[in-house]
Nanobody, 111 residues
Framework: VQLVESGGGLVQPGGSLRLSCAASGFPFSSYGMSWYRQAPGKERELVATISSVGGMTTYAGSVKGRFVISRDNAKNTVYLQMNSLKPEDTAVYYC?????RGQGTQVTVSS
């Protein structure tokens, strides 16, 4: 099982980023996927989840209305579109499947 995140970077407040997570080594379309984040000195936070076929999504209250999780089962990839970014969104973002996570991608929101 391998999960590889990409798309992080430095963005100004109010900006947008799209994270991607490429999955391999398992039947991707059979699994729900999640995005987590962890900021320095803070506990890991579940940001968003998506069901195996993408019909059901959930979001943390802190990102609801600003972030959108989606997936492309043909490409074995899950995405996190992040809009209206705030400094408090600064964290390492990880995608996850059933307790397995990738190496993460750093998102920094700063002017």
């Amino acid at each position: 099982v391998q999960l590889v995140e990409s798309g992080g970077g430095l963005v100004q407040p109010g900006g947008s980023l799209r994270l991607s997570c490429a999955a391999s080594g398992f039947p991707f379309s059979s699994y729900g996927m999640s995005w987590y984040r962890q900021a320095p000195g803070k506990e890991r936070e579940l940001v968003a989840t998506i069901s195996s076929v993408g019909g059901m999504t959930t979001y943390a209250g802190s990102v609801k209305g600003r972030f959108v999780i989606s997936r492309d089962n043909a490409k074995n990839t899950v995405y996190l579109q992040m809009n209206s970014l705030k400094p408090e969104d600064t964290a390492v973002y990880y995608c996850s499947r059933a307790g397995i996570r990738g190496q993460g991608t750093q998102v920094t929101v700063s002017s």
